[in-house]
């Protein structure tokens, strides 16, 4: 005999009690273990969604609206070493053919071997025929397409001239294809490939990159740039930048260098027409004489009642243009002179476009004096100086141009038709380089052309390579492959989130843990007390029971363990399937970890044995005589205890009731925290109320009314700690599972309020392809049909979309560089639209969304989000910066001055419109849009648009609907907290029906005794049931009067989607559990024969 | 100098009401030589466990000494006083409170697992099977407490408390849950064992039977005690 021998005869001989002990611990071990193996699981199957779409892909140079030639990749490649890929991508709408189903926002890739390479599958794509496609599992599902299949895509046209600059054409922006599906291929073809750091896979199709090439209008051209993971060395960005500039040259990117007509001199113009200022700037350092020249078509060159049409005027430095012209003086040439019959010294009026919001150009009007009338000949009759305008320049005639500026025809003259023939489009009219910037330039560039000499054409192209930076010209690697894995490796914390999650249950779990070995501790109290006797002290029978706890937890830790992996499954498979909507993606894999498992069987044994800890130490300090004689709880001074009770009871209402007079009840979402905060202490303090009572009940009885109910009511007070555990848990389980789960987020009744989050607007719009027109106005509505359907009441509020990753909670990924929407802050600061949580204190007083147009010439560019966004997306807060990278590669600064209420924006930064143009010049077209509608006219407009805009691939949804969707995610997790709290809430009943039993067979005798009386059956067992009753009964209203207080202001404004089903379900499982135990112990006690509990007596 | 010494005991408890206090003994004088015998009696509540309790360190005196060998118990720490209830004291209850899931032999040397005990189990082993032997229960060493009848499982408790050797045994109501015969023959037991052991016996009984075949008795009534029956 040993201590070892007492302890095993110990758990042996009360297997049964510590089967229970033990399977609670196994619970919560079980799902704390789950939920850590969860957390290692999703961020192993985001690493491995990384290199799925990644392939072997380590730097990206990915330019929006700007292009390089594809033979930089095989040059690159051969001075890194490594394998490089060129891309030429762009977006577009995938339509089955017949039209049966429709894909927007698909992105098409114009790759070959180079990129299968990448992938490891070579020969798939490098097999691509012209008119062939392959198109990724995702696409593939949604167009339910097969191989062999034919379908249509219609492809936003990108170009060099950017769509939004003045005279770029207006036709021609898409191209429609007819592609024969040649297969489908999964993530181990490198179908998956995205650069976004998203879970969710995009729909992609996949052409040979010279037939895109050509159909573009593109030939060996690319804006994508891929870089393979370099074996041995790895590559740095460092050493990418300078192999760059080794092997680059000007034709690589926009730029051409061409011979001036002066001998000598050299020419560098740009695809693009408009020069980056770098270009000129460079020009300057190596020919201090270098002449930029900005060449741009006015309406009207009008002197009184005389005026040509459409004529090019060229603003230049000397030698071109004498350098004593000053501002306000203009040449013209000696036919412009004959045409308007000026002289020098005459006034003439230049009337031309600029640049207004999107492609709407305002005109404008400039005053000339004449200071020379010139001759057509020598350097004021180079045709050249005319830009290589698209629709202009390749015209045979005038009549044929076809730009995109609103250019009246009729107007042109046979005289003017004569002059294009003999002179195309040479300048009739030049002004100083200070003028015509003054007038023309824009955020494209300030100059179409630059001239130079000071040495042999070769020679200044080498040295304007060398002085130019890549990486301004747009050329910017960005380290895709570490950014996604340190994306991934941020995730969302699944693992804390599922704890936060299961917290009711794991609570359960430890509760039952610690019910059980407090009746057990109960039931072998007499066993504590001999052995007390026996000369044990307190400290060695504690330690002795809890050596039996140690080892329960153990045991209880390690087969949790286990369970825990299965637990697991069963969620992974949930999140997969029917929970998808909280992740989004199907790619979710088990990844089994030693310390994962380690960990969740050590926390889970060590808080089972930590509850163990905490109930014994009280049990244990009973007094010896009162444990022989059968006394299994501590005599307490319930005058103090119930006084204690009393005061917490009513300082936890009157806290309650100053936090409901405090919220705001007209906003309830805005004020739930507070709301929470009312019903937890209101929980807390009707739980004190309980024991308050139930302390009176032990101290003073009920006076004078001795009724059979009286004998249970007083057991209850008897029992007062166990009775309180009960309530306690019933109450806290009602309340966290009915707040919770009564808060999902439905369709806002709000939503046409100006401070919802649909900021009032009826519907959003998401396209494709660019709107280039404004939808406010006539041009724009006649231009997409929809006059009829528009009416004046209905107003746009067109944002700019910039790519980026999706920050909403749709992304699992912890994304540092948002999409960006561009808006004119003034549309939604005069409609007061949106609400936000949180300003920078700085902004106090001010438009918040005004804020957003105080853009700093160096400093951070102001942004604001949904500030869910900023907290769960970002990781950041407000007053914290991003760093982005610009159109130029120049890194620059975002800093979050606003947190917005829950909004239609999710997944995005909100900048001035202005800000984003600042940075990203070449950007064209807006692709969202909010849209304001009068509320009858809703439908049709929906219906017109989603048919006018469908070429563009319009996606137009109700505002409430889009945020309602938002909350998919929310809701989700609601419902996964619900579901788990529902296992909770069993387990919970489970030990209720426990510690029914418990109390019943404590009291046979007693029972017994009754019966020997006199009592009925029927009463005995009537008084079992009222006794429980009062204490399900206190559970139930203190839970519900408390989780009231949450939702009844959220269902009073109507926000609530409430899914009663399930709520009614919970109700059933919670009161329902409780009564069926009730009524079967009490069947139980009654049933059997009391006799035997005598004679024990 | 008295083995046991009971000087002044006074012991009052709380009244539940919050009145003044229950007084349950009121200043009791008590003496015991080494092997000593004496008999309490008097009716239920009159205080017979509680004065055993105190004197076997069980309690605590509102006021007064309890003196084992001229050493006060009553201020002693409970490490203390539990070191001298495993080795010096014995303890026999009216009910068994044997360990249900331990054998014969093993509940009989429970109490050599405590800290305090003098020797480890093993070397008691001897011991506990002669006290077995002695009590009458040597061929049931091995069994369960569920398989023996009420007389055997308190001579089974006797043989636990006399262990290790105690100087003194408290017994409250030993035969209180016996039939006739089982009650006669552990009274028996505990005067043959008071005299083989030399160990002072102190029994709270009911029974008449039992104090006479003691010998001393003392009468406890209004929490006074006087010599003999009242």
Redesign the interface.
């Known amino acids: ?3 070892w ?2 302890l095993r ?2 758990l ?3 297997r049964r009690t510590h089967l229970w002990v033990l399977l609670g611990t196994m619970v919560s071990t079980a799902i704390l273990t789950g939920a850590l193996i969860l957390s290692d699981s999703v961020r192993y199957s985001l690493e491995r969604i990384v290199r799925s779409r990644l392939g072997n892909a380590e730097f990206a140079l990915a330019m929006e609206d700007r292009f390089f030639r594809a033979g930089l990749a095989d040059r690159l490649a051969g001075a890194l070493r490594t394998d490089a890929a060129p891309v030429l991508r762009t977006r577009g709408v995938a339509v089955l053919s017949g039209g049966r189903r429709r894909v927007n926002r698909v992105e098409i890739l114009g790759v070959d071997g180079r990129f299968g390479r990448l992938g490891n599958c070579p020969e798939e794509y490098s097999r691509l025929a012209p008119g062939e496609v392959l198109i990724n599992r995702a696409l593939g599902e949604r167009l339910q397409a097969r191989a062999g299949e034919e379908i249509l895509l219609r492809m936003e046209k990108p170009a060099f001239f950017p769509k939004d600059a003045p005279l770029a054409p207006d036709q021609d922006l898409a191209y429609v294809g007819r592609y024969k599906v040649k297969g489908i291929v999964g993530d181990e073809q490198w179908g998956r490939f995205q650069l976004q750091a998203n879970q969710v896979a995009s729909c992609t199709a996949f052409l040979p990159l010279e037939g895109l090439g050509r159909d573009l209008e593109l030939e060996e051209r690319a804006n994508l740039l891929l870089l393979s993971v370099r074996r041995g060395e790895p590559l740095t960005g460092e050493e990418i930048g300078k192999a760059l500039r080794t092997v680059w040259s000007l034709e690589d990117t926009d730029l051409e260098a061409v011979p001036a007509p002066e001998a000598g001199r050299l020419e560098i113009r740009s695809r693009r027409i408009f020069l980056d200022p770098a270009v000129s700037a460079a020009a300057a350092k190596i020919d201090p004489s270098s002449q930029p020249v900005l060449t741009y078509l006015v309406n009207r060159i009008r002197k009184g009642e005389r005026s040509a049409p459409y004529s090019f005027v060229s603003g230049a430095a000397s030698p071109l243009v004498p350098g004593e012209l000053r501002d306000h003086e203009i040449l013209i040439n000696e036919w412009l002179a004959e045409d308007l019959g000026a002289r020098a010294g005459d006034d003439i009026r230049l009337a031309y476009f600029v640049v207004g919001s999107t492609r709407a150009l305002e005109e404008a009007v400039s005053e000339f004096r004449v200071k020379a009338v010139v001759p057509l000949q020598g350097a004021f009759a180079d045709r050249r100086l005319m830009p290589a305008l698209p629709g202009l320049a390749e015209k045979e005639s005038c009549r044929e141009w076809d730009p995109g500026t609103i250019l009246d025809l009729s107007l042109i003259r046979d005289k003017d038709e004569d002059y294009w023939n003999r002179y195309r489009g040479t300048p009739k009219a030049f002004v100083s380089l200070a003028a015509a910037r003054k007038m023309w330039a824009n955020r494209f560039g300030d100059a179409t052309a630059v001239r130079l000499s000071g040495g042999p054409p070769e020679e200044l192209v080498g040295r304007m390579t060398s002085l130019l930076d890549p990486a301004g010209m747009g050329l910017t690697f960005q380290e895709v492959r570490r950014q996604g894995l340190a994306a991934s490796r941020a995730s969302v914390d699944f693992g804390g989130l599922f704890i936060g999650l299961s917290f009711f249950i794991i609570l359960a779990g430890l509760l039952l843990t610690a019910l059980l070995f407090v009746l057990q501790t109960e039931q072998r109290a ?2 504590s ?10 400290a ?1 029978v504690r330690a002795r029971h809890l050596r039996e706890g140690l080892v329960l937890a153990a045991a209880g830790g390690l087969t949790g363990a286990l369970a825990g992996v299965l637990y697991n499954q069963a969620v992974l498979w949930a999140l997969r399937t029917v929970w998808q909507g909280a992740v989004g993606t199907s790619a979710l894999h088990l990844h089994l970890r030693l310390p994962a498992l380690a960990a969740g069987a050590g926390l889970g044994a060590l808080t089972a044995f930590l509850a163990m800890v905490l109930t014994a130490r009280r049990q244990l300090q009973s ?3 009162g444990l ?1 004689r059968g006394e299994r709880f501590l005599p307490h001074s319930p ?1 103090r205890s119930g006084f204690l009770a009393f005061v917490t009871a009513c300082f936890c209402l009157a806290a309650a009731a100053w936090i409901l007079y405090r919220a705001d009840w007209r906003r309830p979402d805005e004020s739930f925290l507070f709301f929470f905060l009312a019903g937890a202490m209101a929980l807390a303090g009707g739980i004190a109320v309980a024991d308050a009572w139930l302390a009176r009940l032990q101290a003073h009885g009920r006076g004078s009314s001795f009724r059979p109910a009286f004998l249970g009511i007083r057991n209850l007070a008897r029992r007062r700690f166990r009775s309180l555990g009960l309530i306690g848990m019933l109450s806290s389980g009602m309340f966290l599972v009915f707040t919770v789960g009564a808060h999902r987020q439905g369709e806002r009744t709000d939503a046409a309020r100006r401070s919802s989050g649909t900021g009032g607007f009826a519907l959003v719009g998401e396209t494709t392809l660019p709107l280039l027109y404004d939808l406010n106005s006539s041009k724009g509505r006649q231009f997409y049909q929809l006059e009829r359907e528009a009416g004046p009441a209905v107003r746009f509020v067109p944002f700019r979309v910039q790519e980026g990753d999706d920050a909403s909670c749709l992304n699992l990924n912890r994304v540092s560089r948002p999409r960006l929407l561009g808006v004119n802050p003034r549309e939604l600061a005069e409609r007061k639209s949106f609400s936000f949580v949180e300003t920078l204190p700085s902004l106090q007083g001010q438009d918040t969304w005004m804020a957003l147009d105080e853009i700093p010439a160096d400093g951070p560019v102001p942004a604001l989000a949904d500030q869910t966004v900023l907290t769960w997306g970002l990781g950041k807060a407000v007053g914290d910066t991003l760093e982005y990278v610009a159109e130029d590669g120049r890194p620059f600064r975002i800093r979050l001055v606003a947190g917005l209420a829950n909004s239609v924006f999710q997944g995005s930064l909100i900048v001035s419109e202005k800000a984003l143009l600042r940075y990203f010049p070449s950007h064209s077209g807006h692709r969202f849009f909010l849209a304001d509608v009068p509320p009858d006219q809703v439908g049709g407009l929906t219906e017109r648009l989603s048919w006018a805009l469908s070429d563009l691939g319009l996606d137009v949804v109700p505002a409430a609907a889009r945020l309602a969707d938002f909350n998919q995610v929310q809701n989700t997790y609601l419902s996964i907290f619900l579901i788990l709290g529902s296992f909770g809430l069993i387990l919970g009943s489970v030990g209720m029906g426990i510690v029914v039993q418990r109390n019943v067979l404590e009291r046979r005798h007693e029972l017994a005794v009754l019966l020997a009386m006199g009592f009925r059956k029927r009463e005995v067992r009537s008084l079992v049931v009222r006794e429980h009753l009062a204490l399900w009964g206190v559970g139930l209203a203190v839970g519900a009067v408390s989780s009231g207080m949450v939702i009844l202001p959220s269902l009073a404004a109507g926000n609530a989607e409430v899914s009663w089903g399930l709520l009614l379900l919970l109700m059933a499982l919670v009161a329902g559990g409780g009564l069926l135990w009730i009524a079967l112990s009490a069947a139980w006690a009654t049933q059997k024969d009391l006799v035997p509990a005598l004679r024990r007596e | 100098m008295y083995f046991l010494e009971l000087k002044e005991i006074r012991k009052s408890f709380p009244h539940p009401a919050g009145k003044e206090g229950i007084d349950i003994l009121c200043g009791i004088d008590l003496r015991l030589s080494r092997g000593g015998a004496l008999a309490l009696v008097g009716p239920s509540g009159s205080g017979k466990s509680t004065l055993l309790n105190i004197a076997g360190t069980l309690d605590s005196p509102s006021s007064g000494q309890v003196l084992l060998e001229g050493r006060d118990l009553a201020g002693l720490p409970e490490q203390e006083r539990a070191r001298i209830r495993n080795r010096e004291i014995g303890f026999v209850f009216q009910l068994h409170h044997l360990l249900p899931q331990c054998t014969v032999l093993e509940n009989v040397l429970v109490p050599a697992l405590a800290r305090s005990a003098p020797a480890p189990a093993e070397r008691l082993r001897p011991r506990a099977e002669h006290l077995l032997q002695r009590v009458g229960l040597a061929d049931r060493q091995a069994h369960f407490p569920a398989q023996l009848s009420g007389g055997e499982l308190q001579r089974v408790a006797v043989a636990r408390a006399l262990i290790h050797s105690p100087k003194l045994l408290l017994a409250d109501e030993p035969t209180g849950s016996l039939d006739l015969s089982s009650a006669e023959e552990l009274a028996r037991l505990l005067l043959e064992l008071n005299r083989e052991e030399d160990t002072a016996l102190m029994v709270a009984t009911h029974s008449h039977r039992l104090a006479a075949a003691i010998g001393t008795i003392y009468s406890l009534r209004n929490g006074r005690l006087e010599q003999g029956y009242c």
Do not use: D, I, Q, W
């Open positions: 005999m040993n201590s021998t007492l005869r110990s042996v001989h009360y007499a066993e007390a001999l052995l007390r006797a026996l000369g044990f002290s307190a060695e007094p010896v005589p022989l005058k």
